[in-house]
């Protein structure tokens, strides 16, 4: 009976797989695909890579160009998120000081606020210190997120204080403890915060296309997105462009799949 109910979860776990896995594949294969060849099944060799050549070599796409404004500002949003956020979390975790529980309380209430309720209010704000159509306005208000402080600091809750106070007793302070002691730590932590960071900074749309209107400084998938009504026709120059935005994703997701699951089945389960 033990075989067969792994049988039939493995089944089920295959079936998922490939309902989700479908999309993708459709998606990649067309993006090889000669217009005249799109949406047909045809051999390997009348696959190309015209599409993607076309994207990088005319001058009309300005893909590279996009593809570099969209990793500068995904890599600094993560830079960012791998110093507030831990330090945060740690505060919050392990230090005593006055309000702490009311700034815990706020950012457990920022959590549950979509950021669509906020767009128009922070739009004000960049405008009036002059950061709209800037890398600025695309990364310092996202230097942190609530959601990674507070994932964190569930994490750091299960550190023994202990281990903190031995780091004392050997001459480091607080800022030493911390950096040398507790952030190696949650690496697990970090590196699924990383995932989450980079999957939702790099296929970001709405804040993008609503701080940017020069082209020259729009990020992939808003450059894209601009596209897509003068080559609708186009459908294997779309789906390799849908290929360009993701690939990066998985990969990063792939070199990183076992730290990520280790940091979800660890952190949040205590405090």
Same mark, same amino acid.
């Given at each position: 009976? @033990?075989? #067969?109910?792994?049988?039939?979860?493995? /089944?089920?776990?295959?079936?998922?797989?490939? /309902?989700?896995? $479908?999309?993708? +594949?459709?998606?990649?294969?067309?993006? *090889?695909?000669?217009?005249?060849? /799109?949406? @047909?099944?045809?051999?390997?060799?009348?696959?190309?890579l015209e599409h993607y050549a076309t994207f990088f $070599?005319?001058?009309?796409? &300005?893909?590279p160009l996009w593809f570099w404004n969209t990793l500068?500002?995904?890599? #600094?949003?993560?830079?960012?998120?791998?110093? !507030?956020?831990?330090?945060?979390?740690?505060?919050?975790?392990?230090?005593?000081?006055?309000?702490?529980?009311?700034?815990?309380?706020?950012?457990?209430?920022?959590?549950?606020?979509?950021?669509?309720? #906020?767009?128009?209010? !922070?739009?004000?704000?960049?405008?009036?210190?002059?950061?709209?159509? =800037?890398? /600025?306005?695309? =990364?310092?208000?996202?230097?942190?997120?609530?959601?990674? +402080? *507070?994932?964190?600091?569930?994490?750091?809750?299960?550190?023994?204080?202990?281990?903190?106070?031995?780091?004392? #007793?050997?001459?480091?302070? @607080?800022?030493?403890?911390?950096?040398?002691?507790?952030?190696?730590?949650?690496?697990?932590?970090?590196?699924?915060?990383? +995932?989450?960071?980079?999957?939702?900074?790099?296929?970001?749309?709405?804040?993008?296309?609503? *701080?940017?209107?020069?082209?020259?400084?729009?990020?992939?998938?808003?450059?894209? &997105?601009?596209?897509?009504?003068?080559?609708?026709? @186009?459908?294997?120059?779309?789906?390799?462009?849908?290929?360009?935005? =993701? !690939?990066?994703?998985?990969?990063?997701?792939?070199?990183?799949?076992?730290?990520?699951?280790?940091? !979800?089945? =660890?952190?949040? +389960?205590?405090?």
């Open positions: 009976m @033990k075989l #067969i109910r792994r049988a039939i979860a493995y /089944a089920v776990l295959w079936l998922l797989a490939a /309902a989700f896995a $479908t999309p993708f +594949i459709y998606t990649l294969y067309n993006s *090889f695909m000669p217009l005249k060849y /799109a949406n @047909k099944l045809v051999g390997m060799k009348e696959w190309t $070599t005319n001058e009309a796409y &300005n893909v500068v500002m995904t890599g #600094i949003i993560m830079l960012g998120n791998w110093i !507030v956020n831990p330090m945060a979390a740690y505060a919050l975790a392990k230090l005593n000081f006055r309000g702490k529980k009311l700034v815990l309380w706020m950012v457990m209430a920022t959590m549950m606020v979509p950021y669509h309720m #906020i767009l128009i209010p !922070v739009y004000v704000n960049m405008a009036q210190i002059g950061w709209l159509n =800037t890398f /600025a306005g695309l =990364t310092v208000p996202f230097l942190y997120q609530c959601l990674y +402080i *507070f994932m964190l600091r569930q994490f750091y809750l299960g550190i023994p204080n202990e281990l903190i106070e031995a780091s004392r #007793i050997d001459g480091l302070n @607080k800022i030493g403890g911390f950096w040398r002691i507790v952030f190696p730590l949650a690496k697990s932590s970090l590196i699924t915060m990383s +995932i989450l960071t980079f999957a939702g900074t790099w296929n970001s749309y709405l804040v993008p296309s609503t *701080f940017v209107s020069s082209p020259e400084k729009y990020v992939l998938v808003v450059g894209l &997105n601009s596209l897509k009504d003068a080559a609708f026709e @186009k459908t294997s120059l779309i789906m390799a462009g849908v290929v360009l935005s =993701t !690939v990066p994703i998985l990969l990063f997701f792939f070199f990183f799949q076992k730290q990520y699951i280790e940091g !979800v089945s =660890t952190s949040g +389960i205590k405090g």
